[in-house]
């Protein structure tokens, strides 16, 4: 095969932001580097790109190798290309966030890959340009949840409305109003009511509702606009 003449080689990183929702907060996975450079430091999880893998799977495959999860949320933020970016060596970082449910992760795999869930609000200083790149993520994603339904990726199968609001509103850091959220939500068509209540719930045992799949995959990226007004 072919190689084009008097060109430079780069090295290509595939980094994932990894944001989960504990009931309260988002959450960020991060690992905490075992190797130079900046041994002993938090990081996004990443990895090089193999030569004959594309993008996409390649992050695939990260996600995988930390969370044991498929078939989540992932979506291409941007590429990061500053000179200096990285120390040791030139690398261009290609960066995909992606969304899940905090509770249905391999956590032996997390485990062994020194990781840990932090509160987005208290994360520690990140190698490299990784600070950033979460910066842009939380934007995308602020925008993201407001016009379209990939909230529901950080919630169970089974949800309260009670719930999906305490998630708008750590998404958003601030408060909504419950009347208004709740007549929003349902007029979206989203939800199917289980015929079941929460028991462990404050507000009257709410009901439980999960999400039409079938209506969230085939209108995923019609303009819903989930924000009601502030509280």
């Known amino acids: 095969m072919n190689r084009y003449l008097h060109s430079t080689r780069l090295l290509v990183a595939i980094d994932c932001i990894i944001f989960g929702f504990d009931g309260e907060e988002i959450k960020l996975l991060l690992i905490k580097r075992n190797f130079e450079p900046e041994k002993g430091k938090w990081s996004l999880m990443g990895g090089f790109v193999k030569e004959e893998e594309d993008l ?16 989540i949320y992932v979506e291409h933020l941007q590429t990061y290309g500053k000179v200096n970016r990285d120390p040791v060596e030139r690398t261009i970082s290609v960066v995909f966030f992606a969304l899940i449910n905090i509770h249905a992760h391999d956590q032996e795999s997390v485990r062994a890959h020194n990781a840990q869930w932090i509160s987005l609000k208290n994360a520690p200083k990140l190698i490299f340009d990784h600070d950033r790149m979460v910066e842009n993520a939380l934007e995308r994603l602020r925008y993201k949840a407001a016009l379209h339904p990939i909230g529901f990726e950080l ?11 305490k998630l708008y509103e750590a998404i958003y850091d601030m408060r ?5 959220f709740s007549r929003k939500i349902l007029s979206t068509g989203l939800l199917i009511d289980t015929g079941e209540k929460n028991e462990n719930s404050a507000t009257k045992k709410a009901i439980l509702y999960r999400l039409d799949k079938q209506k969230y995959e085939s209108k995923f990226n019609a303009f819903w606009y989930f924000m009601p007004e502030s509280s």
Not at 176 to 180: C, E, G, M
């Open 56 to 71: 996409e799977v390649g992050a695939e495959r990260i996600l995988y190798e930390l969370t044991g999860l498929d078939n």
């Open 155 to 165: 919630l169970p199968e089974k949800f309260t409305i009670p719930q999906l609001q």
């Open 176 to 180: 909504l109003d419950r009347r208004n």
